[in-house]
């Protein structure tokens, strides 16, 4: 039989990304430094959260989240499942979304849209 870990409530179980020893312009860091990791790939979402509109947030996707709350899940050897209220989590990465011709008129198939895009990341 295997065993899964269910988050109850509105809570959601994540996979905390590794720790990084180098930062993105190459700089080294020295094993005594302790940068905290706050993103993560969610796993499995609760029934609350999965049916509620108010959250926005899909198994797999990945998380900005406050570990302050996050309650770890002895469940690997690496201890890398936490179990965090949907309320620490902050923001959800998103890829953008298909670059729109640039033009000062619409065409009668396009729509306005006066939305902001995301912020890109990477």
Same mark, same amino acid.
Do not use: C, W
């Given at each position: 039989?295997?065993?899964?870990?269910?988050?109850?409530?509105?809570?959601?179980?994540?996979?905390?990304?590794?720790?990084?020893?180098? #930062?993105?312009?190459?700089?080294?860091?020295?094993?005594?430094?302790?940068?905290?990791?706050? #993103?993560?790939?969610?796993?499995?979402?609760?029934?609350?959260?999965?049916?509620?509109?108010?959250?926005?947030?899909?198994?797999?996707?990945?998380?900005?989240?406050?570990?302050?709350?996050?309650?770890?899940?002895?469940?690997?050897?690496?201890?890398?499942?936490?179990?965090?209220?949907?309320?620490?989590?902050?923001?959800?990465?998103?890829?953008?979304?298909?670059?729109?011709?640039?033009?000062?008129?619409? #065409?009668?198939?396009?729509?306005?849209?006066?939305? #902001?895009?995301?912020?890109?990341?990477?």
């Amino acid at each position: 039989m295997t065993e899964y870990v269910e988050p109850l409530g509105l809570r959601i179980l994540i996979r905390k990304d590794e720790a990084r020893h180098q #930062t993105r312009g190459g700089i080294v860091l020295p094993d005594s430094s302790e940068i905290p990791t706050i #993103t993560g790939r969610v796993v499995e979402i609760s029934v609350q959260v999965e049916r509620s509109e108010d959250f926005p947030i899909r198994k797999y996707d990945k998380v900005l989240f406050h570990p302050k709350n996050a309650i770890p899940v002895d469940f690997e050897t690496d201890n890398l499942l936490f179990v965090v209220p949907v309320d620490d989590v902050v923001a959800v990465f998103r890829r953008s979304k298909a670059e729109r011709p640039k033009s000062d008129t619409l #065409t009668d198939d396009e729509e306005s849209d006066d939305s #902001t895009d995301p912020v890109d990341l990477g």
